[in-house]
């Protein structure tokens, strides 16, 4: 396994072999969940979006576009704040429309 992961990182099937065999070691499903057929939990959410809210760099949303035109140290010295507005919903994709 090792030099499938290590040794010989080209042969693609070999590193797929390894995790799907590392997969089964676990108990790890590949399958993706068939989602319930029960629709009264949507009918409860609305879907509708309201415009979009003006934001402000001073509340903590940080833009995707002034990542981009981020220098490489900015970018470094500002990492953990972008990460964090990430993990917060505070990012806003303005390029990417995520």
Request: charged share 35%.
């Amino acid at each position: 396994m090792q030099d499938a992961l290590y040794e010989n990182i080209e042969d693609a099937k070999s590193v797929a072999r390894v995790i799907d065999l590392y997969k089964v070691d676990k108990g790890i499903s590949s399958k993706p969940k068939k989602p319930s057929s029960d629709k009264s939990a949507a009918t409860s959410v609305m879907a509708k979006r309201t415009a979009t809210p003006d934001y402000d760099e001073a509340a903590g949303y940080i833009r995707e576009s002034q990542v981009a035109k981020m220098s490489i140290k900015e970018y470094e010295k500002r990492m953990e704040e972008i990460m964090e507005a990430q993990r917060s919903g505070k990012f806003i994709y303005d390029i990417s429309k995520k």
